[in-house]
């Protein structure tokens, strides 16, 4: 069973820039996985933010609505997915999750095969 490990939270100001990052909680290769990051804010629904295919075909897909839209950015190599988040503002306070699964579309859309336990990204002055 994949156990998936989200790390890079922390305490920003406005404007800020943080790096999340996704990994295998034993190490191994997350290569053969697609993989999505999602957010669960105060108040509101999990949303997804974005999603990657496996290395094969690492095209980054952006499923978020307009509230990240341009700011964060899907990355990744053969250990972890990266989620590069750029001009941090308070609305993006919440907890941070990545999800896996062997097909793209799953990984986006769900039932994901596994779950991180999230980080939390607090962005306040």
């Known amino acids: 069973q994949l156990q998936l490990v989200e790390s890079g939270g922390g305490l920003v100001q406005p404007g800020d820039s943080l790096r999340l990052s996704c990994s295998a909680s034993d190490g191994v290769s997350l290569e053969d996985y697609a993989i999505g990051w999602f957010r669960q804010t105060p108040g509101k629904e999990r949303e997804g933010i974005h999603c990657i295919g496996a290395s094969g075909s690492a095209r980054g897909y952006e499923i978020s609505g307009r509230s990240v839209k341009g700011r964060f950015i899907i990355g990744r190599d053969k250990k972890s997915v990266f989620l590069d988040m750029n001009n941090l503002k308070p609305e993006d306070t919440g907890i941070y999750y990545c999800?896996?699964?062997?097909?793209?579309?799953?990984?986006?859309?769900?039932?994901?095969?596994?779950w991180g336990r999230g980080t939390q990204v607090t962005v306040s002055s």
């Open positions: 999800a896996a699964d062997s097909d793209l579309l799953t990984a986006c859309r769900g039932p994901q095969r596994s």
